[in-house]
């Protein structure tokens, strides 16, 4: 696969809101006209394939001790830990519901715990959530199975990593951002590199197979400078994979983020620089660079799948896992059943209200039409291969790509003018120029943002670059 090539003057012409596409069709498309029926309609008609389909799960901790300035997730900030236990409760009946869905031979072969802060939960706690998970489904023996969480290295002790993995986890994902200070201070979140080392100390010595560290770029107060100390010290450390953001300032949409004064946030030319300067020292470093803002080391799993074409891309990000269902538990969380997309509440209060009913709490999802099917394994080849298999899509869904997706190809064409993608009869292969402008040519075949596109003065979605 190719590193990608960064050229300025087009990251400047391209740079424009888009979805990342963790899905297709993206959130903003989910009606609410889609209930608990749709739902158990989903499972049972996914239960009803030939070969059981996998079972990934993801379990949504909303709880927070303090905001982070520039978070964007669904997140309430609390240090009344009593709330976790008033959460962890109604979790489990919403486990217990969601579980009599599937067959019992459908293997949960991965968990992932996001947040919010997840271990704002005690270990204890998380692993009293482990084990009512493996009671209400059927977990995978196979050594390819994960048990992953994000973890905020302020909130947890060595010693606490080790009861996590005696619970079963594997995998872990730590946040950084950047440690200069200043940045730290801009932001609300302090940090220490040693605080930050000896958990993923931890996590190898007590058997982790993966430690991942997140990085954000275009960060108030932040320089090259600064950025470098950070990357040489991350680098220095090894972690298995490194995700390294965009910064999306988005007030409107993110109520922390009006306390970052606009004017200590780095211009275009600075984000450039920032980025320039990530994917020249983790390139040479020896890191993959797997896609979006993704990397890792050429031994890592995700490089691994990268190479045999099994990379996935889902709301947890780039997974090894492609061939499961995705399970969303607790506020806010995304189910992808099926031919289907469904969310629970974004506000904790409704949540819980759906829980104490004895309802599945679904707000609001959609069934794929053919056609959100074929674009989102289009989006999806794209997003993981860098490439639209032309045939492949031909003999699978019965087209002609080229009188199907005729107005996608127009607009695509500036793109194959300026060398970021080639366009050929049985594959479009995007260029190492184009590597970071996967979510703008993945834009060319979305037909929802062709029927409407976003709104350039309140967006809805973050910057290309």
Avoid: K
């Avoid at 964007?72 to 900030?77: T, V």
């Avoid at 204890?124 to 050594?143: E, G, I, M």
């Avoid at 560290?213 to 991350?234: K, M, N």
């Amino acid at each position: 696969m190719l590193s990608p090539v960064l050229d300025p003057d087009l990251l400047r012409r391209y740079d424009r809101p888009g979805p990342r596409y963790t899905s297709y069709p993206t959130a903003p498309q989910f009606s609410t006209a889609f209930r608990e029926d749709a739902l158990r309609a989903a499972a049972s008609a996914s239960n009803g394939d030939p070969i059981p389909r996998r079972l990934s799960l993801y379990v949504h901790v909303p709880f927070c001790t303090s905001p982070c300035f520039y978070c964007g997730c669904n997140r309430i900030i609390t240090r009344d830990t009593a709330r976790g236990e008033a959460y962890l409760v109604r979790l489990y009946r919403e486990i217990a519901m969601v579980a009599q869905l599937f067959d019992r031979d459908r293997e949960a072969i991965q968990l992932h715990f996001g947040g919010g802060t997840p271990n704002f939960l005690s270990p204890a706690q998380l692993n009293d959530t482990v084990d009512a998970l493996r009671r209400q489904f059927h977990f995978s023996d196979s050594p390819e199975r994960d048990i992953s969480i994000e973890l905020d290295p302020r909130h947890i002790a060595p010693d606490e990593v080790g009861m996590l993995a005696r619970a079963g986890f594997n995998r872990a994902s730590l946040g950084v951002q950047d440690f200069d200070p200043d940045v730290q201070a801009a932001v609300n979140r302090v940090q220490s590199q040693e605080q930050t080392f000896r958990i993923v100390r931890a996590c190898r010595e007590h058997g982790f197979r993966s430690v991942n560290l997140d990085l954000i770029y275009g960060l108030p107060r932040q320089t090259p400078d600064g950025f470098a100390r950070t990357l040489d010290a991350v680098i220095a450390e090894r972690p298995d994979r490194l995700a390294v953001y965009g910064y999306a300032h988005l007030p409107t949409m993110f109520r922390p983020q009006r306390r970052i004064d606009p004017a200590e946030l780095p211009d275009a030319e600075a984000r450039l620089a920032l980025l320039r300067l990530a994917i020249e020292r983790l390139t040479a470093a020896g890191y993959v660079y797997i896609g979006m803002d993704h990397f890792a080391l050429p031994d890592d799993e995700l490089a691994l799948a990268q190479a045999r074409g099994s990379l996935h891309r889902n709301f947890m990000g780039y997974t090894t896992h492609a061939d499961s269902d995705l399970v969303g538990l607790g506020v806010s969380a995304i189910s992808h059943i099926g031919d289907s997309f469904s969310q629970n509440p974004r506000d904790l209060p409704s949540w819980q209200a759906a829980i104490d009913e004895g309802r599945l709490p679904v707000f609001r999802g959609m069934h794929l039409s053919e056609d959100d099917v074929l674009r989102a394994e289009l989006i999806q080849q794209l997003m993981c291969r860098a490439e639209v298999p032309v045939d492949m899509l031909e003999r699978r869904f019965a087209i002609d790509f080229r009188v199907y997706f005729a107005d996608a190809l127009a607009r695509l064409r500036p793109f194959e003018g300026d060398g970021l993608v080639r366009v050929e009869r049985d594959r479009i292969s995007v260029t190492a120029r184009g590597r970071l402008l996967l979510r703008n040519i993945a834009m060319c075949f979305d037909r929802y943002l062709a029927a409407s596109p976003p709104a350039q003065d309140a967006p809805r979605y973050s910057r290309a670059i």
